[in-house]
């Protein structure tokens, strides 16, 4: 049975008409066309899917969007713009992060919660804090000196 729900992404109101079981993943992709975030793997064990729901990091891909409803959603898309991209967009940049950029939006919701909570982390509180974000290319040094630059630069 479909019910419409209301929450805000990115800064701007949404309406969704859906079960309220749902994955939001599915709302945000496919209701609202957003290209970010990525199924990955349905579990909550890749990390791929997540976003910030009020500013906490969630794995889409199992929370229902009937928990959404009257929240505000933050994707990778609206961490950031082109012209005044995040802290953490910007250390991707600068140390040449993206391979493939499937897990991206992953890495950066949670890294960006991360920072928020922890301004001046150290190697193994970053590690501990990554655990679960799956990168296939191998990319993790580099991960980690953009998520090290970006605290440096919001400090």
Known sequence: MSQKFSLVVDGKPARVDADPAMPLLYALRNDLGLGNPKFGCGKAQCGACTVHLDGAPVRSCVLPVSAAAGKRVTTLAGLGT????????QAYI?????QCGYCLSGWIMTAAAFLKENPRPTDAQIRQAMTGIKCRCGTHMAIMRAIKRAAVNMA
């Open 82 to 89: 082109p012209g005044k991209p995040h802290p953490l967009q």
């Open 94 to 98: 600068a140390e040449q992060v993206p």
